[in-house]
């Protein structure tokens, strides 16, 4: 009995210094992965906030606005009266071209001064005005659309004629036109005078409408001079945006298979289709991805379009997290990331008759399970 408690105890004494050296070695390796962890280097191309499209918030400051047509900044010329108050109606239309494929037109940009130097607060409304030509540099007296746009209206710190110059974002129901010829008016309302700061002429000079001058005067017979007027107009816009569902993996071993979901939507303007891809040449390093699909096309605005995910496991023991980036195909600065995470414990597998062992000696087990964290 005595020999067999010294067996027994010699015996537990060895597992413990095997279980000491196995366990460094262990810990060793495991520092080491995580160093090259830290040193991961993740690509982004510029500041951005994702949508969370669960809760419906969203900011892409980087993201690039879908521009039909852009008139050009103001060139301190001149402005045209162009207004809406109480005593005046007064119109300046420009031309624009719109190509075979036609145009969806959504938003537009302008810059106004005011008579008496008033800022952005004097702006109360925005009109916008559509109309088709009839000939070359022919403007039809008709509208063909009018809208009541939403508007932003802003100071640029430039001044044109000792008074401040004012910007104006502004966006409305859309409005399609086919190819050809067209002319667009962007009419403040306020209570005073108003000025359509001009640019050079490229095509067809302006036309104007007030009290006094019919439709449509031609620019030169009011103005003296040859003048396009400063503005911009835009398409609908796709924007991705992504929501991960399931990619938190929790545990699992090396060589597990794990799936997720991500959901794919367009958080674009009225009227966009969204195109998108999957970055799989920068997917996470600790597995072997699928993700089906990958790609997608004309998504519209407000759907949403759903990737199975799924990942075998090739990492040893650690903590991993990362990001799986997906981006607009047609706007490579706007792109959403899906966060996705891992906890992959030790492989008992590689100690199996270590383990073993184990197993005969449950106390040393349980001693072994406190000084290590097995």
Not at 76 to 92: A, I, P, Y
Not at 143 to 168: K, S, V
């Amino acid at each position: 009995m005595e020999r067999n408690k010294k067996y027994f105890i010699k015996g537990a004494g060895v597992l413990l210094i095997t279980a000491i050296l196995v366990f460094t070695s262990i810990a060793v390796t495991a520092n080491t992965m995580d160093e090259k962890e830290d040193t991961a280097i993740s690509i982004v191309d510029c500041d951005s906030t994702e949508m969370n499209v669960k809760s419906n918030q969203e900011t892409k400051p980087c993201s690039m606005k879908g521009v039909l047509w852009d008139n050009g900044l103001p060139d301190g010329r001149n402005g045209c009266s162009c207004v809406l108050s109480s005593t005046l109606d007064r119109e300046v239309i420009d031309d624009f071209t719109v190509p075979e494929e036609g145009w969806s037109i959504c938003d537009g940009h302008f810059r106004v001064v005011t008579y008496s130097g008033l800022g952005p607060e004097a702006i109360n409304g925005v009109n916008v005005f559509f109309y088709k030509s009839t000939g070359p540099c022919e403007p039809d007296i008709e509208r063909y659309a009018e809208r009541e746009a939403e508007f932003n209206a802003y100071l640029t710190g430039d001044t044109y004629f000792d008074r401040p110059e004012i910007a104006i974002d502004c966006q409305f129901d859309c409005v399609d036109l086919t190819a050809g010829e067209w002319w667009v008016c962007f009419q403040p309302v306020l209570s005073e005078n108003c000025f359509w700061l001009t640019t050079e002429e490229s095509k067809c000079s302006i036309y104007y409408f007030s009290e006094t001058y019919p439709k449509w005067t031609w620019g030169f017979d009011v103005f003296g001079y040859y003048y396009d007027v400063s503005f911009r107009l835009t398409g609908p816009t796709a924007k991705v945006v992504c929501d991960p569902v399931g990619m938190n993996f929790g545990k699992a071993k090396p060589g597990a298979t794990v799936n997720g979901k991500i959901y794919v939507c367009n958080g674009g303007t009225p009227g966009s289709f969204l195109n998108w891809h999957v970055d799989t040449a920068s997917a996470p390093s600790w597995g072997t991805w699928t993700f089906t699909p990958s790609s997608g096309i004309n998504l519209a605005k407000g759907d949403c379009e759903i990737i199975n995910v799924t990942c075998v496991l090739t990492k040893t023991k650690g903590n991993y997290s990362d990001d799986i980036t997906i981006f607009n195909s047609d706007d490579p600065t706007d792109f959403c990331k899906a966060a996705t995470s891992v906890e992959v414990p030790r492989d008992r597998s590689k100690n199996a008759f270590f383990w073993n062992l184990l197993q005969q000696f449950p106390a040393l087990y349980q001693i072994v399970k406190i000084l290590f964290g097995a």
